[in-house]
């Protein structure tokens, strides 16, 4: 019943979309959609209004409503000024450290997700099965040890103690090896091998364009795990430089809920930028939507 | 870790796919090792040998006072007869059935709705649903907290606003909800896309001779829909299990809100943070961090012993 | 290079799995030895020697005052980093001394003190000079980093003897006059609530340990007093302490005062809209308020902390605060300890914290210096806030001892007493609970408990 996806299914796709047209919409169904949609955007909506009052406004006025300034500007321009500027910092790096990874971590599952739905050998089902199984263990309470085994291979307070292990993605892997059985048809292999070429020639030249949405799906996945990502660059990270935006923003968070000195004002600041540290991610979304959702379409059905 | 296994039998067992392919598998091993190797390398270096070395480090125990030695399993037998590790892990299994048949549900409900072309607007909703997976958690957290305000949270001025009695988000009643609403809101449009996008993949064909016979839209849905989507609900499922008994970060946050609610062993997870990093009992934290691996584990393992039987049935 | 670098640690990572914790750990461990004596000559021979430090800090602006110190000391370039503060911050600063990636020095409160000094990790102070600054320090700063045996643990950075912020004309509206005394406040209490119920009188914070520990310190519970070394006494049902929780738990009880948790925006929110008339408080509070509740400003007014004896002279306690201590792990323990005392007692530098990061100071220079106590901030209607505050610390008690695991004793508090707080209940009955817990946890890691 599963054996449907091979990458036509954008074919049938397109006979779908023109079944549904002949569809009445339904009243109930939409309002009930729309319900959960505001449900889904309410928080962000008072994420948007916070980000336009000034910290007097934020405690003292209705939280769903704007206030009578409208410093959003300010706010903007004060987020991105704080501290000579480290915001602009800590996006840049949050950027670099998502976009190695996710390019990286995608690169990494869809050779091995390949390796291991394609190649038989010995340690196969062992190595896959260790990897699946090694993620149930939380990690939060073992930073001690993993910081000093970091350390002592010299990661530790460096971006790749951040990067190197965003490049294990788990689910990616589990999505790859299965998308490349039923996206990579063995006789296409077969037919390369009888040209003569290589093994790898055949993987970057032939499988990896029929992976494309499949890696783009894992992309997206790995930079959206890395972009949010919170405790490994906090424990493993001291340097406010090389910090994510997640763990600048929580340190100023922090600032300003501890006593001593004048850090009540930095409350708007890690208001507007969550604000502004959403923005690229769900740019990306709308961006890559098309890709990432033929990706998954043929990866999640074969499981 | 049982997953794939039963996985791979069960599509063998539906006939998912043709043996031949199975048996199609060039006796090339050393190649096949290159492919894995980058991958199985970063692994083994940035994973498994930190737990491995923090799988040894748990059969000791290092004291402020006496400083450290050898004890064996000491610390996972004081992890068996430790009350608070059982109660997070009780409360954790509630939080399960609560949280997640509710954000399945939810998610299945929308993928469905998308997928019948019987709405308007479906584009904004899809959108909609998923952008709270782009908002870090830390963040949807911090809204969430205040959105829950007990005094002059938005949602209480609005139920006083109306004569309503508002609830009180952050009391020891509705925490465990309280928490749930915000792992949903940040999960439910994620699941949904997995869902949804495994419908898209379903060929018309079958359940066109359905809907010509007189099949209403939910009778599809009920009967030929939904179980297809058995795989794709698996997947989210497994990875469920393992997210609601790591919970960390939103009980951890919402600590500053109601720290008489949110105790130090409130989710096992912040339980081991908070003796590994408040009562410095490191090696005691890592014993429990396998424990609660140990319980995932045989969560998922039993969860997939049950759905295989009834699917065999 | 990637490759490269990667391919690298991955080698490094099969062998460092194959060493043991054991190896591991002694590597955090390896401390330098440390001279105990020290000439002057050595002294300027290291500040002359071109030396990088690191100092981890979340005093924001510290810059400023770090830009004195490497004026006068040329040779010397001080790192600075922030990297965090409160639980965070000593989750980093434990995990890096174990990894030996530890700063030269760190900021930590004065209540961390011992649970740094227990396990070894803090430098004394003494062999580079400090006990030749003492006397620049206010007592009960300089009291609160002396060790068991009279070893300087830390230089006082800031503090928080503590007062009480009043809103002037809440209070006065309703003909309410100020506590002098707790028993004059439980009757205000009352008296607001009859006379406004959306108002209360003040709000115990519950979950916030540092604050319990201030009414304690005022009442004479010294909870772990005599504790010395390896071996820790705890009292936590003395007469003083039930007193103490006794008083509040029955104001919690009769809703005489709120219970809302603090340092958060319904918190914010509270003062704001005028939900507390007082707030029982410390020397930083009045800078911090003036921020977090801006929409209030010119309402506020400072006096003392309510007295439990009406007839003796006033007494108060100390929350927070902080200091700056060198790490045990430096290799470079004289620049680090130079730099510690001149951050924190140079005139110049002690005056720009106060005036500056707004931190309330702990040398004499500073507290009786009139360009700080003579500021009269607006927020406060004009008054010498300053002056108040410096006034009130001359009062403080010196007995209160903070346990060497002082985290873990607030976590334990915040599930018993604090939690009995909150809902309302019988909070004296928790303070046995508390007890245990700590005796529990104490003799767990390996301490000597002797009860009261």
């Not at chain 2, 030929?224 to 393992?242: H, N, Q, V, W």
């Amino acid at each position: 019943m599963t054996a449907v996806t091979l990458p036509e299914s954008s074919e049938t796709k397109r006979q779908r979309r023109s079944l549904g047209h002949t569809k009445r919409p339904s009243t109930i169904l939409t309002v009930a959609a729309l319900a959960a949609a505001a449900y889904f955007l309410l928080p962000l909506f008072w994420l948007f209004v916070s980000s336009t009052k000034t910290t007097g406004d934020l405690f003292s006025t209705f939280g769903l409503w704007f206030a009578g300034d409208f410093s959003l500007f300010g706010n903007i321009s004060r987020t991105l000024t704080q501290e000579d500027g480290v915001f602009l910092q800590w996006m840049g790096n949050t950027l670099l450290y998502a976009v190695t990874a996710a390019g990286g971590g995608a690169l990494l599952a869809a050779l091995a997700g390949y390796g291991f739905a394609k190649y038989r050998f010995k340690a196969n089902r062992m190595m896959f099965l260790g990897v699946l199984g090694a993620i149930m263990v939380p990690a939060t309470a073992l930073a001690i040890p993993t910081y000093l085994v970091f350390s002592e291979m010299g990661l530790a307070g460096t971006r790749w103690a951040i990067i190197l292990p965003s490049l294990v993605n788990p689910f990616g892997l589990f999505l790859m090896r299965i998308y490349t059985e039923s996206a990579v048809p063995d006789s296409l292999i077969e037919a390369a091998r009888i040209d003569g070429a290589g093994e790898f020639r055949i993987f970057f030249q032939v499988v990896l364009r029929l992976l494309a949405p499949g890696f783009v799906t894992v992309l997206l996945f790995t930079l959206v795990a890395t972009w949010n990502n919170y405790f490994l660059p906090l424990i493993m990270l001291n340097d406010p430089k090389l910090f994510p935006i997640t763990v600048g923003l929580a340190r100023w968070q922090g600032q300003a809920a501890a006593g001593g000195g004048a850090t009540g004002d930095l409350i708007p600041l890690v208001i507007t930028g969550s604000l502004l540290s959403i923005i690229p991610l769900v740019i990306a979304f709308l961006f890559l939507q098309r890709y990432w959702q033929s990706g998954l379409v043929t990866g999640s059905i074969k499981q | 870790m049982t997953m794939t296994t039963t996985l791979d039998k069960r599509s063998a067992a539906t006939g998912g796919r043709p043996d031949a392919k199975r048996r199609f598998k060039p006796n090339r091993s050393a190649t096949g090792y290159l492919f894995v190797a980058p991958f199985m390398i970063v692994f083994i270096a940035l994973f498994l040998v930190p737990l491995v070395y923090a799988a040894y480090f748990s059969l000791f125990r290092e004291q402020l006072v006496g400083g450290n030695a050898f004890v064996g399993l000491d610390n996972y037998a004081r992890a068996f007869g430790d009350a608070a590790l059982g109660e997070g892990i009780v409360r954790m299994a509630l939080y399960f059935f609560i949280q997640v048949p509710f954000m399945l549900l939810v998610a299945l409900f929308l993928a469905l709705v998308l997928d019948s072309g019987l709405i308007r607007l479906t584009r904004t909703v899809r959108l909609a649903a998923f952008v709270p997976y782009a908002v870090p958690g830390v963040i949807a957290t911090l809204m969430w907290g205040f959105l829950y305000g007990p005094d002059y949270g938005p949602l209480t001025q609005v139920a006083e606003g109306l004569g309503l009695t508002p609830p009180d988000f952050l009391s020891s009643d509705l925490m465990l909800g309280s928490l749930a609403n915000i792992v949903f809101w940040e999960f439910t449009g994620y699941n949904m896309v997995i869902l949804y996008a495994a419908l898209r993949a379903v060929p018309t064909e079958l359940y066109e001779a359905a809907a010509m016979d007189g099949a209403s839209p939910f009778r599809i849905a009920w009967n030929i829909k939904i179980p297809l989507l058995r795989p794709a609900l698996m997947l989210t499922l497994i990875f469920s299990i393992i997210g609601s008994f790591q919970l960390f970060n939103e009980p951890n946050l919402l600590q500053g809100l109601a720290p008489d609610v949110i105790n130090s062993s409130y989710t096992p997870n912040l339980y081991a943070f908070n003796l590994a990093f408040v009562g410095q009992e490191y090696n005691y934290a890592a014993a429990v961090s396998f424990v609660l691996g140990a319980v995932i584990l045989a969560g998922s393992y039993l969860f997939i012993l049950l759905t295989n039987r009834r699917s065999r049935s | 290079m990637t490759v490269r670098f990667s391919r690298r640690a991955a080698a490094k990572g099969l062998t460092a799995a194959a060493v043991s914790p054991l190896a591991l750990t002694a590597c955090g461990n390896r401390r330098p030895e440390h001279p105990t004596d020290l000439s002057q000559s050595d002294i300027d021979k290291a500040m002359d020697t071109p030396t990088e430090i690191s100092y981890w800090t979340w005093t924001p602006g510290i810059e400023r005052e770090v830009a004195m110190f490497e004026e006068a000391y040329p040779a010397i370039k001080v790192n600075v980093v922030n990297a965090g503060q409160g639980g965070g911050h000593y989750a980093k600063l434990r995990t890096a001394l174990r990894a030996g990636d530890a700063p030269d020095a760190a900021q930590i409160e004065f209540y961390m003190i011992p649970s740094f000094a227990i396990t070894d990790d803090l430098v004394d102070l003494r062999p580079y000079g400090a006990d030749a600054i003492a006397d620049k320090f206010a007592d009960f700063a300089w009291g609160k980093v002396l060790g068991e045996n009279g070893e300087v643990w830390a230089m006082p950075q800031d503090a928080g003897p503590m007062g009480m912020l009043y809103r002037e004309d809440i209070l006065s509206e309703h003909g309410i006059e100020v506590p002098q005394t707790w028993d004059a406040f439980a009757e205000a209490a009352a008296a607001m609530r009859e006379a406004d119920p959306e108002v209360y009188l003040t709000n115990l914070l519950p979950g916030d340990g540092q604050f319990f520990d201030s009414l304690l310190w005022q009442a004479g519970a010294d909870v772990f007093a005599g504790s010395e070394g390896t071996t820790v006494r705890i009292d936590a049902t003395s007469e003083a302490a039930e007193q103490v929780v006794g008083y509040w738990s029955e104001l919690a009880r009769q809703d005489l005062v709120s219970v809302d948790p603090g340092f958060n925006d319904q918190w914010y929110q509270a003062f704001n809209r005028g939900k507390y008339a007082t707030w029982v408080a410390p020397a930083w509070a009045p800078t911090f308020l003036a921020t977090a509740a801006e929409s209030t400003s010119g309402n506020w007014r400072v006096a003392s902390m309510p007295q439990w004896e009406a007839d003796a002279p006033p007494v108060t306690s100390i929350w927070g605060g902080s200091t700056s201590s060198v790490m045990a792990t430096t290799e470079n323990p004289i620049p680090a300890a130079v730099f510690v005392q001149f951050l924190n007692s140079d005139p110049d530098s002690a005056f720009a914290m106060a005036t500056e990061q707004f931190l309330f100071p702990t040398t004499k220079a500073v507290l009786q210096n009139p360009d700080f106590t003579g500021q009269e901030p607006d927020f406060y209607g004009g008054q010498t806030v300053n002056q108040v505050f410096a006034d009130i610390s001359e009062t403080y008690l010196p007995d209160f001892t903070w346990s060497p695991f002082q985290s873990q004793v607030y976590a334990d508090y915040g599930n018993t007493v604090s939690a009995a707080f909150t809902q309302r209940g019988d909070a004296v009955a928790a303070l046995a609970d508390w007890e245990s817990r700590i005796t529990e946890y104490a003799l767990n890691q390996g301490f000597t408990v002797e009860g009261s």
